[in-house]
């Protein structure tokens, strides 16, 4: 079995190589930088050199025939150099001021905007969705292509109170962080799964599966002669766990299924400190091709920030300075029993003094 | 079988539209069978309104543990083409740099043995390889580390590290976020490539407080950029934005969280004993602020999404940390938890989920760390304290 030339345990190719030369000289020397226009800045050296940065949205499911695409423009723009971004951005580094304004045109015309620097929605991360997931309740390219078909204009343009950052993540999981997002866009089971009990005992280890249910839901059972489970409806929370250990309890359920809003989560320290999003929205029909009840809903809770909020402030600071009760009469959601947390450590979430806005 | 053409009258509605299409990404590989069977079942899911993927089984490449993730079609009789669609984790380098070979190198790869299609990147950071058949995985590993690159986490392993662009690009970076990311994932290539742990562990670097690969809600371990001195200050630039129109009262001082800054309309001073390091006002005068030059970073450690028993927030381990090359100090407290639990983790409990289990002093005293109050938001206000002195009697 064993072959000579086999590498193995190398790692990832040191990021040195990739660097330009304008980087190498200047690393760690940055002096400031400065936003030029939407999607355009400038880092300064202590040595007065400077590098351009120009950043285009991707899809970040891309085909190979656009990444030698983006290979042609960093060759005929930046010397071949180019990065992408912690939100599946493209971000080409340029010396030559002059030929920003050409490379933009190019992005620009193959279908990549330009933008999501400064008070914009930055590209929304996502998970992958019907494309790929196991266990998704919604399809995640799709939905996000909707919302930033409506709100690109807020990526190609700085007309906000400060950033905005929307993830989407097409179960429970959360692939993506999308529990500290200004506004995150999740995928949600409602259904109790459904268990093949023919297939369950061959493809399944049953104490796994009992220990994956984070409620105890799931119990042994013994149906028609078969070693199986059964589980206890109204301890399930669709988490999906189940599904993930033992693909004979289908958590995926065309009624079922569909998508919920939350706000006011952030990562950054500025200001305040990082902050989980919280509930807005508890259901919204999986909607395809457009889910035009998502779009408008994200779009409805973007204008009312953009309207309210002071300068600087994320969607998650201005809410705590209103208060929730006032969120959900401006935003204009229903308050329901789903906003109420019932999990563990749900007694911290309840208001427990007498400041309250009459 | 390859001249069929999938229809896809749902995806076409919304294949235009002003934001990057990801259907004209697929439709540009759509060439190959496989990709047609793709759209077939994506657009029977936009159709039925479900998923159509399976997962599991154990697949991947010789002598490595993870790096691939099994995915089976539940169409396959129908879509035979995407019976088998693997996703393949490639580790991406530092900061997602790349000149135009390296990239044309990972295409001429995939376009010989896949779908053609990709992800940059996954969520944890990797460069992702969407739909590989099971027979292509070895031929797919032996290109990939011929040309330099490796395969990257999954499983309960230690994951793809991640950072920012740091000092490479950015005037923030309190340490060299690629190179602690790049040596940490060198060192522990063992721990990366064949799981051996309770469950998934993820490293992130942010070399600031802004935090732009959100390590502190992503990873188990998040290494975030501070500094213990005092915040550089050009008072001609800090003239310079106040008459070009910034409103240094309200949008600095007001905004600062630990109030400790004062602006008499020609200077400012900055009370640095009070900063805690926010980024806040230097994010907003990037020419005129800067972070201190004593710097280093703050380790926090237990950060997750909700699964399994709801989401975490990094918490606070070493307050200030000397990011020395080499990181030895980082590697020794890595090695301490991983030994703990590692031996204690139950299966898939992440290690924020075991420290709230066995509890944070007991966690600290285990690795040999000394508890401080900057671990903690306030003390405890429950007076049920477990003494050590009944523990001892119990011991013995």
Known sequence: ?????????????????????????????????????????????????????????????????????????????????????????????????KKIDALTKDLLDLGYLVGGIGNSISNIVHTQGWVHCHSAATDASGVVKAIMDDLHPHFSNMDLPGKLRIAFACCLNMCGAVHCSDIAVLGVHTKV?????????????????????????????????????????????????????????????????GISIWVGGKVSNARHEPMFSKLAIPFLPNN????????????????????????????????????????????DLPFTRYHIDDFKHAGETFKRSTHIKH | MSDKKVATPLLDKIEGGAWPSFIKEIK???????????????????????????????????????????????LADEFPEVGEFHTIRINQPSGWFYNSEALRTLCDIWDEHGSGLTNMHGSTGDIVFLGCRTSELEPVFDKLTKAGFDLG????????????????????????????CNDITQSFQDELHRPMFPYKYKFKFSGCSNDCVASIARSDCAVIGTWKDEIQIDQKEMAVAAKNGTDIQAEICDLCPSGCMNWDGKKLDINDAECVKCMHCINVLPKA????????????????????????????????????????????????????????????????????????????????????????????????????????????
């Not at chain 2, 309960?156 to 976020?177: L, N, Q």
């Open chain 1, 193 to 257: 799964p459904s268990i093949d009990h023919d297939e369950l005992p061959k493809v399944c280890e049953i104490p796994t599966l009992i220990s994956s249910c984070p409620t105890g839901a799931i119990r042994p059972a013994t149906v028609d002669g078969k070693k199986s489970v059964e589980i206890e409806g109204p301890n399930c929370m669709y988490c999906g766990n189940c599904y993930t250990v033992c693909p004979s309890v289908k958590i995926n359920n065309a009624e079922g299924d």
């Open chain 2, 153 to 180: 986490g999954s499983g309960s392993a230690m994951r793809t590290p991640s950072c920012c662009v740091g000092p490479a690009r950015c005037e923030w970076a309190c340490y060299d976020t690629l190179d602690a």
């Open chain 2, 289 to 396: 602020l800067k972070p201190g030059k004593e710097r280093g970073a703050t380790i926090l450690v237990g950060g997750k999404a909700p699964i399994i028993g709801g989401a975490l927030l990094c918490a606070v381990l070493v307050p200030f940390l000397e990011m020395k090359k080499g990181y030895d100090d980082l590697k020794e407290l890595t090695e301490a938890i991983w030994d703990l639990w590692g031996e204690h983790g139950k299966n898939r409990e992440r290690v924020g989920e075991f420290i709230q289990r066995i509890g944070l002093s007991n966690f600290l005293e285990q690795i040999g760390l000394e508890p401080v109050p900057d671990m903690i938001s306030h003390p405890r206000t429950n007076p049920y304290i477990f003494f050590e002195d009944e523990l001892e009697d119990d011991d013995e």
């Open chain 2, 28 to 74: 540009a590989e759509a060439h190959r069978p496989m990709v047609q069977d793709l759209l077939g079942v994506l657009e029977r899911s936009y159709e039925e309104r479900i998923g159509h993927w399976k997962h599991g089984g154990l697949v991947g490449v010789m002598g490595y543990g993870g790096g691939v993730i099994g995915r089976y079609c539940d």
């Open chain 1, 1 to 97: 079995m064993s072959n000579p030339e086999r590498i193995t345990d190398i790692g990832p190719p040191h990021y040195e190589k990739f660097l330009p030369p304008v980087i190498k000289d200047n690393y760690g020397k940055w002096a400031y930088h400065e936003v030029l226009k939407p999607g355009t800045m400038v880092h300064v050296g202590e040595s007065g050199d400077k590098l351009f940065t120009v950043r285009a949205a991707t899809p970040r499911l891309m085909a190979i025939a656009t990444i030698r695409k983006f290979a042609d423009l960093a060759d005929k723009y930046c010397d071949g150099y180019l990065r992408f971004t912690s939100r599946n951005n493209v971000e080409f580094l340029l010396t030559d001021e």
């Open chain 1, 288 to 331: 395809p091709p457009h889910w035009p009840e998502v779009v408008e809903a994200v779009a409805a809770l973007v204008k009312v920030w953009k309207e309210n909020a002071k300068k600087h402030e994320r969607m998650g600071e201005w809410i705590e300075r209103i208060g929730w009760p006032k969120f959900f009469e401006i935003a």
